[in-house]
Nanobody
C-alpha cells in the first residue's frame, strides 16, 4: 500500500500564505495523479488542485491565481502553495494520489489523513 502524510497546515491571517506538503511512501511504482482536496464543515469534499505525471494541472475556480500545485517526483512529494488566503479557504485539506501503471498489485487510489487550514484574524 501507499501511505500519504500531509504537513504544513495551521492558522494564518487573511491574505497570508501557507505551503502544504504531502509525502508518499510504501509500495510505489509510479504515481500518476497527485492532488489536494478539501472539506469544510457542512460541505462536500471538493477538488482544489491536481497535477499529473506529464505536468498537466487542474485548479478549482475558487483558487485560480492564488494557489499553485507542484511535485517533486524524486521525493514522491506534492506541494500546494497557498497565497492570498481567504476565510473561505478554511477546511481540512486531504492529499490524494493514484497509481495506474505497473502490475495490478501496485495500482490504487490513496488518501492522507488531512491537515487543518484555518484562515482567521
Amino acid at each position: 500500500q501507499v501511505q500519504l502524510v500531509e504537513s504544513g497546515g495551521g492558522l494564518v491571517q487573511p491574505g497570508g500564505s501557507l505551503r502544504l506538503s504531502c509525502a508518499a511512501s510504501g509500495r510505489i511504482f509510479s504515481l500518476n495523479m497527485m492532488g489536494w482536496y478539501r472539506q469544510a464543515p457542512g460541505k462536500q469534499r471538493e477538488l482544489v488542485a491536481r497535477i499529473f505525471s506529464g505536468g498537466g494541472t487542474n485548479y478549482a475556480d475558487s483558487v485560480k491565481g492564488r494557489f499553485t500545485i507542484s511535485r517533486d517526483n524524486a521525493k514522491n512529494t506534492v506541494y500546494l502553495q497557498m497565497n492570498s488566503l481567504k476565510p473561505e479557504d478554511t477546511a481540512v485539506y486531504y492529499c490524494n494520489a493514484d497509481q495506474i501503471f505497473g502490475p495490478s498489485s501496485y495500482r490504487g487510489n490513496y488518501w492522507g489523513q488531512g491537515t487543518q487550514v484555518t484562515v482567521s484574524s
